[in-house]
Nanobody, 116 residues
Framework: VQLQASGGGLVQPGESLRLSCAVS????????IGWFRQAPGKEREGVSC??????HYADSVKGRFTISRDNAKNTVSLQMNNLKPEDTAVYYC????????????WGQGTQVTVSS
């Protein structure tokens, strides 16, 4: 199983970015996919996750970020609007097998920098 995150970059506060996570080796339809981020000097935190039945968001991103999945393309996207400097971090996507509480597969990170 491989995950490839992309779409990071440097933007100004208030702007938007769309991250993509391409999954290969498994059928995305049965897996939960999560987005995590880690800022310098801070612990990794969960941002959002999507399962076949629902999605969840961290309080810090609710109303600004939207997660979506395209099972046909085996891709999960994270639309990030109204970005803030505190959103600056390396963003990772990960896959969790059905009925599992842990994420077994991780992609490499993509840097998101929000700065004026």
């Amino acid at each position: 199983v491989q995950l490839q995150a992309s779409g990071g970059g440097l933007v100004q506060p208030g702007e938007s970015l769309r991250l993509s996570c391409a999954v290969s080796g498994v059928s995305l339809g049965y897996y939960a996919i999560g987005w995590f981020r880690q800022a310098p000097g801070k612990e990794r935190e969960g941002v959002s996750c999507i399962s076949p039945s629902d999605s969840h968001y961290a309080d810090s991103v609710k109303g600004r970020f939207t997660i979506s999945r395209d099972n046909a393309k085996n891709t999960v996207s994270l639309q990030m609007n109204n970005l803030k400097p505190e959103d600056t971090a390396v963003y990772y996507c990960a896959a969790r097998r059905p009925f599992s509480s842990d994420y077994q597969y991780w992609g490499q990170g993509t840097q998101v920098t929000v700065s004026s």
